[in-house]
């Protein structure tokens, strides 16, 4: 505090402070106080504002129920006396201005025909004093609870000329009032019979809020009238005014409204954060005007200008030589600590620049100057480099699972553990995601399916990891210098080749074979052009027919996806669906067929073709939570009953986490939708959890039934128990892959439910179906 800039600095930082801080406060306890007179204000206009609606809305129900009672066929009627006549055209005319309850009154007061099942046809009208009103002024209007609910009732006289009865409107206060009211208002509204036995709350509020408040009546009713108070419904504070509606009866009709503090609170926390936020640039600025002023000591500050240039080219040696016993001799010395914490913290980016940061290895930069390096070299000694690219399979399974933390703890063990397995001379390094590679050199290339035989081994002992064990598996790809590249990218260009091939065929490693690129580019162009398939609507679904043996016609069709490729042609899914599921579009892909057969589906019935449509699910979307809700919310657009889809899942699918799918399940079976097990016989699950998965259909896979031949007996056994096994299930059995005459009738004398395939027909785009529909034998005509 020796300096005057240290003085004037501190000042004014001081003095702008504690302005902000008393303008802060200021403006909060008077927009506090302000805030709360205008929610009072608004409850209170609020209230006249319900009173002007009732009161017009009473005018308005005024007028169609004069038109009603001027109407000359309906006084004719009235005239008649024959009560069932008026009653039925009572009705007509209730029906057409919405009304909820209607009265044809006599003069001497008796009700001659209600709406109301005619609860109070030959008794006197309920409300006399309406009776009384109107034939003081012509018509009467007022607020009553009828068979406890608020009801306005409007009451107006029947002339031929002479009056010969009166006719009587009941109009529903229901929650379109409290919609006016509140889009008026901005003011949430609640509306209840307090006389009522057991009340009915309508309200403009939340759904969940309601029972809340309808529980907390009974204080409201005890209240003042139209007393403003404060109270909370779930985490929501109001300001609320309880008002009774004036009624004729004598219920006792109360109305709440209510407005959000929160809410009424938000503009002045906007004034607050607006002054605050220029209260911090005015303390900003002063600072900046500070700096500049202290900048008139030049000459110690053009000494600590040439040491930052020196840092700026690289020269973290030479100190800073300035001795003053003050806040710039102090500012040297924090230069000189700061020169030897930048060249530190340099040295620590350089490290960080070539080196994962997750699992400490050498990243893609880093690796590929090594491999560079390691190439130079066996030019000039004649030795073979090895390189190993590998990628982790189903680690995204495991981080969705698991969670992230659990994903990098993981992958910090597979580097330690390849780090282990390998020589001290090898590299590993990680180069993204859960891709790593590794470098080494040996005497022959077989030498290379060795080193990948030690990684697959070292990779075979789970991993044990917050007291979780996890399988882990990879597929490497093996690529060799000279014998493969002759430079670093390409070598790593091919070992990625080889890897995917090794992914492709599920085995553990694959070397490069020249002329794979070719195969390569085209997966890869299918792989960036998948991402716009949808948008650029070029997938298009075509549908293969399932005939119900029994009926001999047709009762599903299975929707099965294809890509009209812009330069690959049509695409069968086969080729571009491993690709959706490796690269994360196969919810997108899933979604789209999901509304496309829907749709079709949907349309089908709505024509007279009496069709279910059935989509298979990939392994992935078994473990999208929010699959369920979107599948019901697009039945219920298209208007079509669950029933009508079947979903499609294999046995693998399930397998790979059961507990997860069994959830999801249970979800669509809850919501109506029938599922199907794909494929059955070709996976690996137990009859035991095949038992408890709530499915409803089982497919025979085609491999069984391609060769289906009475002489056949390995074929025909399976398919026979399969099919008693299904059955025994209470399950619908179906068989894909009928391609023969012969085949459809052994499957139809061994109660086979249904059945599809060449055969029957070929899968066919939509337009083509829906004729095929119509004229086929197994058609519906």
């Known amino acids: 505090m020796r300096s005057f800039q240290a003085k004037l600095l501190y000042l004014l930082v001081s003095v702008l402070v504690l302005l902000l801080a008393v303008t802060l406060i200021a403006v909060h306890v008077f927009g506090q106080r302000t805030m709360r007179k205008s929610v009072t204000e608004e409850l209170r206009v609020g209230v006249r504002i319900l009173e002007r609606i009732l009161e017009g809305r009473s005018r308005q129900l005024a007028d169609k129920a004069t038109v009603i009672a001027a109407d000359f066929a309906f006084r004719d009627t009235v005239a008649s006396a024959d009560r069932a006549t008026i009653a039925s055209a009572l009705a007509n005319h209730s029906e057409r201005i919405d009304a909820d309850a209607a009265f044809v009154i006599s003069l001497d007061g008796l009700v001659v025909a209600d709406t109301l099942e005619g609860r109070y046809a030959g008794r006197p009208f309920p409300l006399p004093s309406l009776l009384r009103e109107a034939e003081a002024r012509g018509e009467s209007a007022a607020q009553v609870a009828l068979d406890d609910r608020p009801h306005q009732l409007v009451v107006v006289p029947m002339l031929a000329p002479r009056r010969i009865a009166w006719v009587c409107m009941g109009f529903a206060i229901d929650e379109r009032v409290l919609d006016d009211v509140a889009a008026v208002t901005k003011l949430d509204v609640s509306l209840w019979n307090a006389s009522a036995r057991r009340p009915e709350l309508l309200s403009t509020l939340p759904q969940q809020a309601r029972g809340e408040l309808l529980e907390r009546r009974r204080a409201f009713d005890r209240g003042r009238r139209d007393a403003d108070e404060e109270l909370e419904i779930g985490s929501t504070r109001y300001q609320a005014i309880v008002h009774p509606i004036r009624t004729a009866d004598g219920s006792r009709i109360q109305t709440l409204l ?107 930069t880093l690796f590929l100057d090594r491999l560079e390096q390691a190439i130079l070299k066996a030019r000039r000694t004649g030795e073979i480099v090895g390189m190993i690219m590998m990628d982790l399979d189903r680690f995204k399974d495991i981080n969705d699972t698991l969670g992230h933390p659990f994903g990098d703890e993981l992958l910090i063990e597979i580097g330690r553990r390849l780090t282990q397995t390998l020589r001290e001379s090898d590299t590993v390094a990680r180069l993204g995601g ?206 079509l009953p669950p029933s009508k889809l079947v979903l499609e899942i294999t046995e693998s699918a399930v397998m790979k986490d059961p507990a997860y799918a069994l959830r999801i399940l249970r979800d669509l079976k809850t919501r109506g939708m029938t599922l199907a097990i794909d494929d059955y016989g ?48 209470g399950l619908r059995v179906i068989a894909e892959g009928v391609e023969s005459e012969e085949a459809w009738n052994i499957l139809r004398d061994l109660g086979c439910d249904m059945g599809q395939g060449y055969y029957v027909s070929r899968p066919l785009a939509v337009e083509a179906f829906r004729v095929w529909v119509r004229e086929s034998k197994w058609g519906l005509g």
């Open 682 to 729: 070709t996976g690996y699950s137990s009859l035991a959890h095949l038992k408890r998965l709530p499915v409803d259909e089982l497919k025979i896979d085609k491999s069984f039934v391609l060769n289906l031949q009475a002489s056949a007996t390995d074929d025909l056994v399976i398919v026979r128990s399969t099919i008693e096994l299904g059955h025994n299930m």
């Open 434 to 639: 859960d891709e790593f590679a590794v470098t080494f050199y040996v005497r022959y290339g077989r030498r290379a399916v060795d080193v990948a035989q030690r990684i697959s081994t070292a990779l075979e002992t789970p991993f044990a990891l917050a007291g979780v064990s996890v399988d882990v598996d990879a597929s490497m790809g093996i690529a060799l210098y000279p014998l493969h590249a002759n430079d670093a990218e390409t070598l790593m260009k091919r070992a990625d080749i080889a890897m995917y091939e090794a992914k492709r065929d599920h085995s553990a490693f694959a070397t490069y074979e020249p002329g794979r690129d070719e195969h390569s580019l085209r997966r890869l162009a299918i792989l960036s052009d998948l991402r716009h398939s949808i948008a650029r609507e070029e997938l298009v679904l075509h549908y293969q027919p399932k005939i119900d043996f029994r009926l001999e016609k047709v009762a599903h069709a299975e929707a099965l996806v294809r890509w009209r490729h812009p330069v690959h042609g049509l695409l069968s899914p086969d080729e571009f669906v491993p690709l959706a599921e490796q690269s994360g579009n196969i919810g997108a892909i899933t979604k789209w067929v999901l509304r496309r057969a829907i749709t079709d589906c949907g349309e089908w019935n709505a024509a007279g073709l009496d069709l279910t449509v059935a989509v298979n699910l990939s392994v992935l979307d078994l473990f999208d939570a929010e699959l369920p809700t979107y599948i019901g919310g697009l039945l219920s657009e298209v208007g």
């Open 258 to 364: 209510q407005r959000s503090i929160e809410e009424a609170a938000r503009p002045y926390l906007l004034l607050e954060l607006q002054i605050f936020a220029l209260s911090s640039l005015a303390l900003l600025a002063a600072l900046v005007v500070a700096t500049l002023f202290a900048r008139g000591v030049s000459r110690p500050l053009e000494t600590l200008a040439e040491g930052a240039q020196r840092i700026e080219h690289g020269d973290y040696g030479t100190p800073v030589d300035v001795h003053q016993n003050d806040e710039i001799g102090r500012l040297a010395t924090a230069f000189n600590e700061m020169r030897t914490g930048i060249a530190e913290r340099e040295e620590q980016i350089r490290y960080q620049a070539t080196h994962d940061s997750l699992t400490g290895l050498p990243n893609r």
